[in-house]
Every structure is written in C-alpha cells, then in structure tokens.
C-alpha cells in the first residue's frame, strides 16, 4: 500500500517519522502512517479542508488534518499541527521523533 496508489489526487506530503510506515488504503477516507510496534496509526488527511472527506468539520476544528489513534481505535491526537501529534508520540516513545 502507498499514499501514491491508494490516493493518487492527494496533494500533499506524508510526514516522516521513525517507526511509521505508509499505511494508506483506498477505503479509509483519508492517507496514513501505522507503528506496528506501538500499535499506533496516524491518519492525515488532505492539506486543503475542501478536499477533505469532511469539509465542514475540518474548517470548524472539529476534525483537525491529522488524527492519532491507537488501533483500538482510541483517539490520542486530532489537531491540524504535526508537533503535537510528535510530542503525543514521542511521550509514549522516547526514541521517536
């Protein structure tokens, strides 16, 4: 699976982070990243709310463009900043940054 198959109009950038691979499936409504080993998937979504699967709640705050969830599917992070989605990961995680 790839950000570049499985979402081939998205217009941005996965981030980088260590430990966390492309995990992108065509029937999610957005591109991500999973940790296996932390149980973690990191969903991010269109850079451009418009194009989001939910306008709307992305423009009002409710949905931010990146969402952490444990695969439990426990939300840990939901906020438009990537640092707090790396301070989240990197409290559970000292060696990830």
């Given at each position: 699976m790839s950000v570049k198959i499985e979402f081939p109009?998205?217009?941005?950038?996965?981030?980088?982070?260590?430990?966390?691979?492309?995990s992108s499936y065509h029937h999610d409504v957005c591109p991500s990243l999973t940790n296996d080993e932390m149980g973690l998937q990191l969903f991010v979504d269109y850079p451009d709310p418009a194009d989001s699967e939910y306008p709307d709640s992305r423009r009002n705050g409710a949905v931010g463009r990146y969402r952490l969830l444990t695969v439990e599917g426990e939300l840990l992070a939901n906020t438009d900043y990537l640092d707090e989605v790396l301070e989240t990961v990197h409290g559970m995680s000292p060696s990830v940054r």
């Amino acid at each position: 699976m790839s950000v570049k198959i499985e979402f081939p109009d998205f217009d941005g950038e996965l981030p980088v982070i260590v430990g966390f691979v492309d995990s992108s499936y065509h029937h999610d409504v957005c591109p991500s990243l999973t940790n296996d080993e932390m149980g973690l998937q990191l969903f991010v979504d269109y850079p451009d709310p418009a194009d989001s699967e939910y306008p709307d709640s992305r423009r009002n705050g409710a949905v931010g463009r990146y969402r952490l969830l444990t695969v439990e599917g426990e939300l840990l992070a939901n906020t438009d900043y990537l640092d707090e989605v790396l301070e989240t990961v990197h409290g559970m995680s000292p060696s990830v940054r």
